[in-house]
């Protein structure tokens, strides 16, 4: 019996599993698919902290400590890049978002500049377009390669000694009186556990809702282009001031752009690729904005289109929280667009609530219960990127 069991293997769990294999203790991830199969393989990838809430900055701080040293300290290579995040202002009125967004995250203590007009973005960036009037720089974000990162994670967990039981489906955690004691598989094994982690992005309701919780999740849509490789065009992720977009160039040169978040008329249980194939018409204004932001896009071959969902919640804070009212669980899901970035801190958290250490981060504002007491209200178009 492991210590721990993992149910999802995204960066959040692939990132658990590393941590709690290293301190010595016995962990099981299962993965319904295979690594990274869902958001986390989905992503943009940006490594942000700039746009933060204030509850997650000090997290995505230290996720950026972390990430400068994955590459050594898994044995393997992330893609990691620390080149900058710019934001950027196509409009008058977004010029003015921006200013305040830089004021508001200087004020956090985040190292944060305004670039007053495009001579300035050009001079970071001279691939940017000559119609962009301003934005945001954020010297210390970047990107990194999602799928290679997760598997990095998973292997070098491996190597301490967790199991990764990929294409393992959970259909239930198991409880007696208020303590998990484990899961069931699709497949109706059952496997004991002292602690259980639930980190399955979109599909956490539907296993904590048996259990009497409930995470208000509204699934999202972000459609996605990548290119064929090209010349090196420009090394920070771009976003823009109302979230419409964002982009960066891989380390093998291709372009990756998404588009803002948008509705997805379906339901999360069951869903299949073709629920997830990007309307033509999205793929246009994606295009659009794009070009806009980056004219030599115009040119990129395209070699894929997807679609990715996003795990909102209201407040667009994820829970992270082991105070379920269940003894022996830990909620991890919710990202809400931006988990990727803080991967490796979640995972370090997520260790220290299922070995019963102290975090070193305040985890008030990603408590579960907060979504009883507060009432569900619409949040304003989140960041991604
Ligand atoms: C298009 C797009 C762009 C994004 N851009 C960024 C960005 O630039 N920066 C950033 O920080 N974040 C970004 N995000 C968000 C980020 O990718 C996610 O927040 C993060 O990857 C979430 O990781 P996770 O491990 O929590 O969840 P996931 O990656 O969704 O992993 C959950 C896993 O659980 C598995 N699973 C589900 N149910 C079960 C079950 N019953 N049994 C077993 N396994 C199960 C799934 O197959 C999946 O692999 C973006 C997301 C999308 C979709």
Redesign the pocket.
């Known amino acids: 019996m492991p210590d721990v069991i993992i149910?999802?293997?995204?960066?959040?769990?692939?990132?658990a599993a590393y941590e709690i294999a290293r301190a010595g203790h016995s962990v099981t991830l299962?993965?319904?698919?295979?690594?990274?199969?869902?958001?986390?393989?989905?992503?943009?990838?940006?490594?942000?902290q700039s746009g933060r809430d204030p509850a997650e900055l000090p997290l995505a701080k230290a996720a950026v400590e972390r990430w400068g040293g994955l590459d050594e300290e898994l044995g393997a290579t992330t893609g990691y890049r620390r080149r900058g995040n710019l934001r950027l202002a196509r409009t008058e009125a977004e010029v003015e978002i921006i200013r305040e967004l830089v004021v508001r995250q200087r004020e956090l203590g985040l190292a944060i500049d305004y670039l007053p007009d495009n001579a300035a973005i050009r001079a970071i960036a001279p691939a940017i377009g000559p119609a962009i009037l301003a934005a945001s720089f954020c010297p210390g974000d970047g990107?990194a390669d999602?799928i290679p990162t997760?598997r990095a994670f998973a292997a070098a967990a491996a190597r301490y000694g967790a199991t990764i039981r990929e294409g393992?489906?959970?259909?239930a955690l198991t409880r007696t009186g208020d303590t998990v004691t484990g899961?069931e598989?699709?497949d109706r094994e059952i496997v004991s556990a002292g602690r259980v982690i639930l980190?399955?992005?979109?599909?956490?309701p539907?296993?904590l809702r048996p259990l009497g919780l409930d995470l208000p999740l509204r699934v999202k849509?972000?459609?996605?282009m990548q290119s064929v490789p090209l010349p090196p065009l420009f090394e920070q992720?771009f976003g823009v001031a109302n979230a419409d977009a964002?982009g960066?160039q891989e380390v093998d040169g291709r372009l990756r752009v998404?588009t803002g978040i948008g509705d997805w008329p379906h339901e999360p249980v069951s869903w299949t690729m073709d629920a997830l194939a990007p309307r033509a018409a999205d793929i246009a204004v994606l295009i659009e904005r794009v070009t806009q932001v980056l004219p030599a896009a115009a040119d990129a071959g395209i070699a894929r289109l997807?679609?990715?969902?996003?795990?909102l919640t209201p407040d667009a804070l994820?829970a992270i929280d082991a105070h379920t009212g269940l003894d022996g669980l830990i909620v991890?899901?919710g990202?809400?667009?931006?988990?990727?970035?803080?991967?490796p801190v979640?995972g370090e958290i997520l260790a220290d609530l299922a070995l019963a250490r102290q975090p070193r981060f305040d985890l008030t504002p990603f408590r579960l219960d907060r979504f009883l007491r507060e009432p569900a209200t619409d949040v304003a178009l989140t960041l991604?990127?």
């Open positions: 149910v999802g293997g995204g960066i959040s769990g692939a990132a299962f993965e319904a698919r295979s690594l990274a199969a869902m958001a986390s393989g989905w992503t943009l990838g940006g490594v942000r990107h999602p997760v393992t489906g959970v259909r899961i598989t699709s980190a399955t992005g979109i599909h956490a539907e296993l849509l972000v459609c996605v992720v964002a960066r998404t997807w679609g990715g969902l996003i795990d994820p991890a899901a990202f809400s667009g931006h988990g990727f970035g803080i991967g979640t991604h990127g």
